[in-house]
C-alpha cells in the first residue's frame, strides 16, 4: 500500500501493477537509478530508504525522489507491504 497525492487516496497492489505496466518499460528513454540506499532490519520488518534518481538519455537529471519501502518476512520471503516517495525540491 502506497500513497498516490494526485488522487489524494492509499493504492494497493491491484492498483499498482497495472499502473507500473502501463507507465514503465525497458525501452523508456529514461533511465531510472538508486542511490543512498540503507536497509535496516528490525526482527521479521525491513525498512529501505533512499533516492530513485530519474534521468533522460544525455544523463540530465530529470526528477530526485526520496523513498522508503517496507519489508516483512513472511514464510521465508520478503513482502513488501507499504511504500512511499517524495519529491525532492529544487533537484
Given at each position: 500500500v502506497r500513497p498516490a497525492p494526485d488522487s489524494g487516496q492509499f493504492?494497493?497492489?491491484?492498483?499498482?501493477?497495472?499502473?507500473?505496466r502501463s507507465h514503465l518499460s525497458a525501452s523508456s528513454p529514461k533511465h531510472r537509478r538508486i542511490e543512498g540506499l540503507?536497509?535496516?532490519l528490525y526482527g521479521a520488518t525491513a525498512i529501505a530508504?533512499?533516492?530513485v534518481i530519474?534521468?533522460?538519455p544525455n544523463g540530465h537529471i530529470l526528477t530526485r525522489q526520496l523513498f522508503t519501502d517496507?519489508?516483512?518476512?513472511?514464510?521465508?520471503?520478503?513482502?513488501?507491504?507499504?511504500?512511499?516517495e517524495n519529491p525532492i525540491a529544487n533537484h
Open positions: 493504492v494497493g497492489k491491484s492498483d499498482l501493477l497495472p499502473f507500473y540503507t536497509v535496516n530508504r533512499g533516492q530519474t534521468a533522460d517496507v519489508f516483512v518476512q513472511r514464510d521465508g520471503k520478503w513482502q513488501a507491504v507499504s511504500a512511499q
